[in-house]
């Protein structure tokens, strides 16, 4: 079986600070992570001055500032993330940062040469956005929340549009229409999507997690499926994992109780660690599938299993009988599937109580 992929998720939770972020990208090397993400953007490109913090954020952050103000103070300049990027390496871990605008998604690609494209869970009706990405011909990791069958679909067909012409621009949203359909969308990107279920919601209940939708989305859409969670705590990650998610995304910070939008609903290093560590178990305990005994579960059985006895003295030409033939410990003579065929039989030979029967 094919290890999770597992994205531990620094997003905005370095407060602006790289030695902050640098120190992330240690800790999450160090828990067995696959991969570090970040967050790509310019402030005043992602928000306008009127767009209002949401609530959790305004919870986590104070009421003051509007939501650009915030942003602000979160942004990483390039410098700073070609900067992670390196460190990245040298903790032999990946580096992934989410685009929230075309230029940031052209430096990733350029600057820092990103093996594969997150997509948020906000950005999935942001049409240009997706064509751009899908343009590169990267992986493309794409979160749900938020999103309806229809609207996931839509999105799909961006992508398959992009990867299925050569960056050809499109003259209006109908042009997408002929890769909208089903099977288009799985032969142009079932090695190239990966689609995250995710609820927008933060932190999110365990009432309002609804990861039977993995099951849903991956028999919709034959691609591959993932989670990006938001609840609090590990076990539901691992419930996604034995569902079938081959990807899991979890924030992460290094402490709690520090003061910005996300900190709250992520886990603190040693938690990150001990969920890696559960996956890992939870992955080798899922085994193939198939419904076989292991070699070593035959001794196992010779001991728990049991055999045709004789539960009274039998002489030789005596008839197997329900008076003096049982089924005992241990397995390893006759089945009891077989007591039926011998009553009636004539013993073979002499027994003694609680022997085990031969074959006749």
């Known amino acids: 079986m094919m290890e999770t992929f597992i994205i531990a998720e620094a997003g905005v939770n370095h407060n602006g600070d790289i030695s902050r972020a640098i120190k992330m990208v240690k800790v999450a090397a160090n828990s067995g992570a696959d991969a570090i993400k970040f967050q790509s953007f310019k402030a005043d490109r992602m928000v306008s001055q009127l767009a209002k913090k949401a609530d959790y954020q305004s919870k986590n952050t104070g009421k003051s500032g509007s939501q650009l103000d915030m942003l602000k103070e979160l942004e990483l300049s390039e410098l700073e993330q070609i900067q992670l990027a390196e460190e990245c390496k040298k903790n032999n871990i990946e580096f992934m940062s989410t685009p929230f605008d075309i230029e940031s998604a052209d430096f990733l690609a350029k600057e820092i040469n ?121 076990s539901i990650s691992l419930g996604a994992v034995a569902l079938g998610a081959k990807v899991i995304e979890k924030h992460f910070t290094l402490d709690k109780c520090l003061k910005g939008p996300d900190h709250k609903a992520s886990l603190e290093p040693n938690e990150l660690s001990q969920m890696i560590k559960m996956i890992r178990v939870l992955e080798i305990s899922l085994g193939s599938g198939e419904k076989i005994p292991f070699k070593d579960e035959y001794k196992t059985a010779m001991v728990a299993r049991k055999s045709l006895v004789a539960i009274n003295n039998i002489d030789k030409g005596d008839m197997f009988s329900q008076t003096n033939l049982g089924i005992k410990r241990p397995g390893t003579g006759i089945s009891p599937f077989s007591y039926w065929e011998y009553l009636g039989q004539k013993a073979s030979r002499n027994y003694k109580i609680d022997e085990i029967i031969e074959p006749q």
Do not use: W
Request: with cysteine.
């Open 114 to 234: 990103i093996k594969r494209f997150k997509v948020g869970s906000g950005e999935i009706t942001n049409a240009p956005l997706l064509l751009g990405l899908g343009n590169y011909r990267k992986p493309i990791i794409l979160s749900t929340g938020m999103s309806n069958i229809p609207e996931i679909q839509d999105a799909l067909s961006v992508l398959a549009y992009a990867y299925g012409n050569e960056k050809k621009e499109p003259s209006s949203s109908d042009s997408f229409k002929s890769f909208s359909n089903l099977k288009t969308i799985q032969e142009v990107l079932r090695d190239s999507i990966t689609l995250l279920h995710c609820t927008s919601l933060y932190p999110t209940q365990p009432e309002s997690v609804n990861l039977l939708a993995i099951k849903s989305l991956r028999k919709r859409f034959n691609l591959e499926v993932g989670f990006s969670d938001h609840s609090q705590g590990i």
